[in-house]
Every structure is written in structure tokens, then in C-alpha cells.
């Protein structure tokens, strides 16, 4: 009895043990055809066993404790698991085995590889690679949540989280990390032994950084002893007694790596080295300073900011304390310059009836020409700066709209500043007040519209040295203008368009001028008296009205061929004449004072000739205007006359013009001179010729001036000048030519003749490259490459001198000697005083996980060089190595 009872209680067992891995098996869809029966044959039930049992033991349990006492489940969610080869269960050992390319989930862990056993015993999952005769592959992939890593075998412990891993491979921010030995605490700690930190993402990395055992925080830190930089399995003297390497997925703040170098006149220096702010996710700061021994310094500021759907941009602020030479030397000079710049540009969604925008770039003339940072030296030749700050709103439901202004203007060759702080404009639309029902414009007046603006202006012309000095206010001129207009046209017979037009316009001044003669001055030449300004505050405002006539068609004339390809040419002729009068309302405002100690010499003047807007007309306006306008074109078959395809237009001639005018009202020297232009593109677009001249029908004096006698030649050339562009690159010679991918310069654009701009060494920006490594080919005979010409020619004639007075030839270039070595060039000679202009090399080197870099300036004022190699990755972008020669201003 004793024995069929002990059977009895083996049996339950191994059922009770069956029954829990069938339910598993089921929630993980295996089949369960390897899982062998048992062996022991069926006992039937014991009539003890059915024997009722005692009432007393059928006694409910202590609520109590049922209550408060709750068992805690080891694995808190389900396991699923799947293989394509086979699954193995084994009952007794409590244990899983997945074969050929496995797979479990957990939670939030995925788990792929050759191999793996889930053991539920002991709670772990083992997994590794399968090896064969092509070796080592399926390696254990394990992914939890974004965090990602490849090893050669993995040890997962489902209760503790913890981890045994050996031959790990994963990617943080960028850094691959791989590792002999890991052992994984927790969530947020991994310990690692003998590593290896790269960007390279080559089997074999080009470069890594060693070391013995790190600590790994996943998503925001590796912190690792003693390391050393090895190149291309190479180990180098470079060595860290500890690194530490931000993992953070947002942008982090942290220091700024300068560059280094020597200068003749400042010596040893550091340049934009300085520390990154993330002040918040729209806006960020970096602070950027230079530092040199002999005493130099400069400070450079930047913040980007962009809020989604709304507004993007960033601001500038640039400053820099130049010392030349050693205080005490005679070559000793100090400079300080500043530049300013802002850029703000408005999302058009965020609000369509308005928009804000700003393009600013001010500061000292001097700035660009006497810096010393390699960040300012492609403006090297820049000679102006300007800058605009507008809002523009429309008047839903009216034909209004109001733009409110504040431009800068500054000349660096001659420090002249002209500002505009603010002007007001405001528009409206043309309407057509007598336009029919439905908006009919048949009839003339139908067709007259109307149009009115009004323009206000403070505007402020000082030089450099007073910029932001109360001096600059003292020379402001105020001003408001309105202009209304009214035109219409009309057919005339049949083929001529008649266009009259009247306008009117209303300035206001709040000040004006009122001239006295002063006895007590003495002039230049010694003599007595002048006249002098006096500036009279209040408001005033003068007027002027006048009307015009216009008529004007076009002409036609195709003259056709039947040469090879080309079918026709067309000609189009567009003649105009028009007659405008004004009459003489300025001499009503005329006053007049003594300007020399002779009291009949007497000048008379303007009281607004100081104002923004100008003054009056002096003398009736009646003039007639001619202007006469050519395009040529031509009409080519296809190459293929089998081809069904259409012909071709080509424009031979874009322009042809010829203007001057007339004016009736003056006593002589009426005719104006004769303006000439002419434009053609050539070549498939790749020549852009443009030719421009200005002719006078009058003769000059010996001191220079027009007299009222024709020449004898009827025009004498006055001015004459030429541009041309052109640019050709390898691919104008490829037989099969992929026009999507077309690029390069056509006639309607100029070819960058100065050069790309050169990146700086420590621009944070300038090493968010690709880091990818990229298949190529070896070129063979093929070297793309590309070149862009601009010619620029001008001759001057004043009846007395003549000459050229501006022949240059400017060249830029690009040469890829291989798919990852290219030199570009840029610079020009000037034809007139034999001499070459600003240039400019610069050579570049991908290698897969570096950059080189490479720019140099030969020779000239501004000669300098640049040099820097280093990882193309963000995250380690200030391994680098880079040496800087600035140029050798000079302080003026």
C-alpha cells in the first residue's frame, strides 16, 4: 500500500511540472513534439484516495493572513520566445534551447541571436553566436528600450537584471564602443574591461582609443582610466590618465577647444577657444575668445535660436583689441573693431497677413581688413556692409498694406554710414474706381486705376568714428512723401497701346533752411563774407503735379532658312515714345540772399535743398522720351530628323536697347546722351556676355564741360564696358548627361570666381560631416573638375583723357584627383596694373573617419595658412590636430 502511494505522489509531481510548461508552451506557440512522454505506465486511482475527507481539514484559512500575504511573482511580464530552426524543452532542468536565429522578448528587452537558453530554474537567458564552417555569425543582439549592443555571447539575469557579456559591440551618441569583458550591474552601470572607443564605423576601425576598464552610465556618461590614441592599429605616445565622454542624447554644455598658433606681430596665440551654453531647447550661447601674448585679445559671441512653426534664427557679436608689434617700438599701433550681425526670419504659417525679418551686419569699416581670427578672413575683401530690420503687415479686406523699415548702409573704403531709423511705407493696391459690373475693363475709363503710397523717413548720414555717439543724431533729417497716380491705355490704330498717366506728389519737412550773410567770414581765397545756413524747426511742405503720354507697339519679322538646322530667325522690335510735363512750381518757394561783400551778388536758393526727399523742380519739365528694344531669336530642328520631338527656340540676342530723350523746355543742349546695353548667353547658357555703353551728341570745352555743338562724329563714345561669365566643368563633355543632377553655373548666374568659403579650423559646426564610410572607385581617366571665369572691362572718355579704367580676369576652380582628394583655387589678375588679385588654395582629404584640411593665401597682405586633421565625429571633435599662421595686418 505504502508502495502505490509513493507512485501515486511521483505521478502528481511530474503532472503538476507538465502542466505549468504546457501553459508556457502554449503562450510562446512551440510545438511540443520533442518533449518526450513518460515512461511510466498509468496507475489507476487508489479507493483509499476517494475516501471523503475530514470536515475539520476543509476549514477555511485565516482571512488574515490570505490578505496581507501575497506571494511576489519573480517574472513580472511574459515571455514569448520563437526560433526557425528548432526548439528544444526540458521539463526536469526547467530550461529552453532555441536554435537558428532565435528570438525572446521580455518586457522591454529583445533578444536575437544564433543560440539561446532560457533557463527558468535560475531566472537567466544565455545566448551566443553559431559557428560553422563560414565561422562566427548570429552574433547576440540585445536591445532594451533605444540602447543597442552586438556581443559574442550575453549571460541575462531576468530577477536581478544583471549581466555577464563578452565581445560587446554597442553605439552611444555616435561612440562605438567594443569591449572583451562586460559586466552589467544594473539599468544605469555597466562595467567594461580592456576597450576600445571609436567613431569609425570599419570593421577594422581606423583609429580607437584604448583602454583597460571604464564605466558606462548608458544615455549620459563613460568615465575610463588610463588610455592612449592608436591609429590604424598603431599604438601613438598620446596618452590620458583618465577621458570622459558625455552620452547625453539633448545638447550639453562643456569647453571648446582653441586652436593654436604664432603671429610676427602678435606672437604665440589661442584662438576661438571658449565654452557652449545650452541655455534652454530654443535658444543656446557660445562664447569664443583670442588670446596673444603680446597683449591682443578678442571676444565672439553666438546664440541660435528657433521655436517651431514660428521664427528661427541667430545673433552675433564679434570684438577685437589689436596690438601690432611691442608697446614702446616705433611700428607699435592699437586698434579695437567690432562687428554685429543678426539674421531672424519669420515661419510663413505661423502668421500669413504678417511677417518679421532681419538681416544685420554692421560695425567698424576696419574690422574685416585688420582681423587677425581665421574666422573673418573670407570677408577679407568685403568693402560693405548693410543691413535691414522690417515688419510687413496687409490689411485683410482693404487694399492697404504697411511695411515699417530701419536699413544700414556703410561703405568700408570711405567709413560713410547712411541709416534709415525707421522708415514708414505704406501702399495701396491699384483700384479701378470706374470699372464695370463684374470687374468689366473694356472701355478706357474702365480700365483707369489708381494708386497711392506714402513714405516717411528718419534718416541719419555720419562716419565711422561717430557711430554710436550723440554726434551722429545732430545731422538727421526728417521727411514724409506722398505720391497718387492715376493711369490707363488705349487701343490705338490697332496696333499701337496709348497710355496717359497723371501723378502728384506732397512733401512734408519739419524743418527748413534760411540762408543769412555773415560779413565776418574769411573764405579760402582771402576774401570777405558768405552766406551761411540757418536751420529754421517747424513744418513745411511744397508740391508738384505733372502728366504724361506714352505709345508704344511691337514689331515682328521672321526671316525663314533653309540652312542644316536652323529654320528661322525672329525679330522683335518694341519702340516706345513718350512726352512728360511738369511745370514750374518750384520758383515759388525760391529765396534769395547775398552771398560775397558785393551787394548785387546775389545767389538764390531752395529752403528744402537740405531735405531727404530733395526739392522742387527748377524750371518747367517738357521733355520726350524715345527708347527703342531688340531680342533676336532663332528656330532649330532636332539633331535626330527622325525624332518627333518639337523644334527648338534659341535666343541669339536676350537684348538690344537704345533710350535718350529730348527736352523742349531747356534753351540748350536738349538732347540727353544715348544709353546703349546688349546681353546674349552662349554655349548651352555657359557664357553670359553683357555690354553696355553711353554716347554723347555734344562736344566739351577744354576744362571737360558739355557745350551746345554736335560732334562731327554725331555720337562720341563716353563710356563703354563688358562683363562676361562663363563656367565649364567635366560634365559638359559626358555623353550621357543626367539633367536632374545637373549643376553648375549657367549664364544667368555668376560663377563663384572667389572660392567656396573656407571652413575654420575650430568651427563646432564645420565637423558634422558624414562619418560614414563610403564605397568608391578609383577615377582612371577621369578627373572631375570645374572652372568659372568673370571678365570685367570699363573704358572712360571726357573728350580730354581717355583710358581703361578697370580690366581684370578673375578664376576659381575645383579638382577631385581622386573620390576623396580635392583642391579648389580662386583668384584673378588684374590686366591694368599687371598683377595678381586676392588667392586663395585650398586642399581637402577624406579619410572615411578624419578630415584635412588645408587653406592657404600665397602671398599679398592677407597671407596666411590654415591646417587641421581631425575626427569628423561631434562628439570627438576636438581630437585634432591644427596650426594657424594668421596674416601680418597692418594698422592704419
Request: hydrophobic fraction near 30%; aromatic fraction near 12%; glycine fraction near 6%.
Amino acid at each position: 500500500m505504502q508502495t502505490n502511494v509513493s507512485y501515486i505522489l511521483l505521478f502528481l509531481g511530474i503532472f503538476c511540472v507538465q502542466s505549468v510548461y504546457s501553459q508556457e508552451i502554449g503562450r510562446s506557440k512551440i510545438p511540443t513534439q520533442n518533449i518526450k512522454k513518460d515512461t511510466l505506465p498509468s496507475i489507476k486511482k487508489d479507493s483509499i484516495l476517494t475516501k471523503n475527507r475530514d470536515s475539520l481539514l476543509l476549514k477555511n484559512k485565516d482571512t488574515l493572513i490570505n490578505d496581507s500575504i501575497k506571494p511576489k511573482e519573480i517574472i513580472e511580464g511574459l515571455i514569448t520566445h520563437d526560433a526557425e530552426g528548432y526548439s528544444i524543452q526540458n521539463a526536469k532542468d526547467e530550461t529552453v534551447t532555441l536554435y537558428d536565429k532565435a528570438h525572446v522578448t521580455y518586457t522591454n528587452i529583445d533578444l536575437k541571436a544564433g543560440i539561446i537558453i532560457v533557463d527558468y530554474k535560475n531566472n537567466t537567458v544565455y545566448a551566443k553566436g553559431i559557428k560553422d564552417s563560414l565561422g562566427y555569425h548570429q552574433k547576440p543582439i540585445f536591445k532594451q528600450d533605444d540602447q543597442e549592443s552586438e556581443q559574442d555571447s550575453i549571460i541575462y539575469n531576468f530577477k536581478t537584471n544583471k549581466a555577464l557579456i563578452y565581445g560587446v559591440k554597442t553605439v552611444q551618441s555616435g561612440i562605438i564602443t567594443y569591449g572583451e569583458k562586460t559586466k552589467r550591474v544594473n539599468d544605469s552601470t555597466i562595467y567594461m574591461r580592456k576597450l576600445r572607443f571609436t567613431t569609425s564605423e570599419k570593421d577594422k576601425p581606423d583609429f580607437y582609443i584604448a583602454t583597460n576598464k571604464a564605466k558606462l552610465i548608458p544615455g549620459k556618461k563613460i568615465i575610463v582610466g588610463g588610455s592612449d590614441l592608436v591609429i590604424a592599429d598603431v599604438p601613438t605616445p598620446i596618452y590620458l590618465p583618465f577621458a570622459y565622454f558625455p552620452l547625453t542624447a539633448k545638447r550639453s554644455s562643456g569647453f571648446i577647444i582653441p586652436s593654436w598658433g604664432e603671429s610676427n606681430s602678435q606672437g604665440y596665440f589661442l584662438q576661438n577657444g571658449g565654452y557652449y551654453f545650452p541655455i534652454s531647447d530654443y535658444v543656446d550661447l557660445t562664447v569664443l575668445g583670442d588670446l596673444y601674448t603680446n597683449g591682443s585679445w578678442g571676444v565672439r559671441t553666438q546664440s541660435t535660436y528657433k521655436v517651431r512653426y514660428k521664427f528661427s534664427g541667430n545673433f552675433s557679436f564679434r570684438f577685437e583689441n589689436i596690438k601690432r608689434s611691442i608697446k614702446g617700438l616705433s611700428d607699435y599701433s592699437k586698434s579695437s573693431n567690432f562687428n554685429i550681425q543678426w539674421s531672424h526670419s519669420q515661419d510663413s504659417k505661423s502668421s500669413p497677413n504678417s511677417r518679421f525679418s532681419a538681416s544685420v551686419n554692421l560695425g567698424s569699416s576696419k574690422y574685416y581688413r585688420q582681423s587677425i581670427n581665421e574666422f573673418n578672413n573670407s570677408q577679407y575683401l568685403n568693402n560693405t556692409l548693410s543691413s535691414s530690420i522690417s515688419y510687413y503687415k496687409k490689411f485683410v479686406g482693404t487694399p492697404f498694406n504697411m511695411s515699417l523699415t530701419a536699413t544700414h548702409s556703410q561703405n568700408t573704403n570711405t567709413e560713410d554710414i547712411s541709416m534709415t531709423f525707421p522708415s514708414l511705407q505704406v501702399n495701396m493696391e491699384r483700384i479701378n474706381p470706374f470699372q464695370g459690373k463684374g470687374g468689366t475693363q473694356k472701355k478706357p475709363i474702365q480700365k483707369i486705376g489708381i494708386n497711392y503710397s506714402m513714405q516717411g523717413e528718419y534718416r541719419i548720414n555720419t562716419k565711422d568714428s561717430l557711430f554710436f555717439k550723440p554726434e551722429m543724431f545732430k545731422s538727421a533729417k526728417t521727411g514724409l512723401k506722398h505720391n497718387l497716380s492715376a493711369s490707363t491705355n488705349i487701343k490705338a490704330f490697332k496696333y499701337f497701346t496709348l497710355s496717359p498717366s497723371i501723378s502728384y506728389k506732397d512733401v512734408w519737412y519739419f524743418d527748413k533752411i534760411n540762408k543769412h550773410f555773415d560779413a565776418t567770414i574769411v573764405n579760402s581765397d582771402g576774401s570777405l563774407g558768405a552766406a551761411v545756413n540757418d536751420t529754421i524747426n517747424g513744418f513745411t511742405r511744397f508740391n508738384e503735379y505733372g502728366g504724361g503720354i506714352s505709345l508704344g507697339t511691337q514689331i515682328y519679322g521672321t526671316f525663314n532658312l533653309k540652312k542644316g538646322r536652323l529654320k528661322a530667325i525672329r525679330h522683335t522690335i518694341r519702340p516706345s515714345i513718350s512726352w512728360n510735363y511738369r511745370p514750374d512750381l518750384g520758383s515759388k518757394y525760391n529765396l534769395q540772399v547775398q552771398q560775397s561783400i558785393d551787394p548785387t551778388d546775389i545767389q538764390t536758393y531752395s529752403p528744402f535743398e537740405n531735405g531727404i526727399y530733395g526739392q522742387p523742380g527748377r524750371g518747367v519739365s517738357n521733355s520726350i522720351g524715345i527708347s527703342l528694344d531688340n531680342v533676336l531669336e532663332a528656330k532649330v530642328a532636332p539633331k535626330d530628323t527622325d525624332s518627333e520631338k518639337e523644334d527648338e527656340k534659341i535666343t541669339l540676342l536676350n537684348n538690344l536697347n537704345f533710350s535718350t530723350s529730348y527736352n523742349i523746355a531747356a534753351d540748350s543742349l536738349r538732347w540727353s546722351t544715348v544709353n546703349a546695353s546688349a546681353g546674349t548667353r552662349l554655349f548651352k547658357d555657359k557664357l553670359a556676355l553683357n555690354l553696355h555703353a553711353i554716347l554723347d551728341p555734344y562736344q566739351v570745352n577744354s576744362q571737360g564741360q558739355r557745350i551746345n555743338k554736335f560732334n562731327t562724329n554725331i555720337l562720341r563714345l563716353n563710356n563703354i564696358g563688358a562683363t562676361m561669365n562663363y563656367s565649364i566643368s567635366s560634365k559638359d563633355f559626358e555623353k550621357k548627361e543626367d539633367k536632374t543632377k545637373k549643376s553648375g553655373n549657367g549664364a544667368q548666374n555668376t560663377p563663384d570666381v572667389f572660392g567656396e568659403k573656407m571652413p575654420t579650423t575650430n568651427n563646432i559646426s564645420n565637423h558634422n560631416l558624414n562619418n560614414k564610410t563610403e564605397t568608391t572607385e578609383l577615377y582612371k581617366a577621369k578627373i572631375p573638375w570645374s572652372i568659372g571665369l568673370a571678365y570685367s572691362m570699363n573704358y572712360s572718355n571726357n573728350g580730354i583723357t581717355s583710358g581703361i579704367s578697370q580690366n581684370s580676369l578673375m578664376f576659381s576652380g575645383n579638382i577631385e584627383l581622386t573620390p576623396k582628394w580635392k583642391v579648389g583655387f580662386s583668384s584673378g589678375y588684374d590686366i591694368k596694373n599687371n598683377g595678381f588679385t586676392y588667392t586663395r588654395l585650398n586642399f581637402s582629404r577624406d579619410l572615411d573617419s578624419w578630415q584635412f584640411n588645408f587653406n592657404w593665401t600665397p602671398f599679398g597682405l592677407n597671407s596666411s595658412y590654415y591646417f587641421y586633421i581631425g575626427v569628423k565625429s561631434s562628439i570627438l571633435n576636438d581630437l585634432k590636430w591644427d596650426k594657424t599662421k594668421p596674416p601680418d595686418r597692418v594698422l592704419y
